[in-house]
């Protein structure tokens, strides 16, 4: 079994700063793929944030660039999102997912944790 567990929201005020954690777990044999996504409010559209890659690439979402910045831990099995001059528009369920392997079965899966309310608000 796989668990991807997130870390880190909470309430901010405009301008503040957050640090979000990733962690995968259990029967994995790689992990191709760690990216963040975020969901405003139940029913509207997956917002991709960023992600970081097995060879170290980082990839950002546009309305993120240049705020948010997407690290590592010593393996792909950690990883980190700082949030740097968050506003309204930030509000959000951040959810981490992998693109990985199992080892049980050696499938190539999609995995999802559970999500992280972020809300900024003044």
């Known amino acids: 079994q796989v668990q991807i567990v997130e870390s880190g929201g909470g309430l901010v005020q405009p301008g503040g700063s957050l640090r979000l954690s990733c962690t995968a777990s259990g029967t994995i044999q790689t992990i191709y793929t760690m990216n963040w996504y975020r969901q405003a409010a139940p029913g509207q559209q997956r917002e991709f944030v960023g992600?970081?890659?097995?060879?170290?690439?980082?990839n950002y979402g546009e309305s993120v660039k240049g705020r948010f910045t997407i690290s590592r831990g010593n393996t792909l099995n950690t990883v980190y999102l700082e949030m740097n001059n968050l506003q309204r528009e930030d509000t959000a369920v951040y959810s981490c997912?992998?693109?990985?392997?199992?080892?049980?079965?050696?499938?190539?899966?999609?995995?999802w944790g559970q999500g992280t309310q972020v809300t900024v608000f003044s």
């Open positions: 992600s970081i890659s097995q060879d170290g690439s980082v």
């Open positions: 997912s992998a693109d990985l392997k199992s080892s049980r079965t050696m499938s190539r899966l999609y995995w």
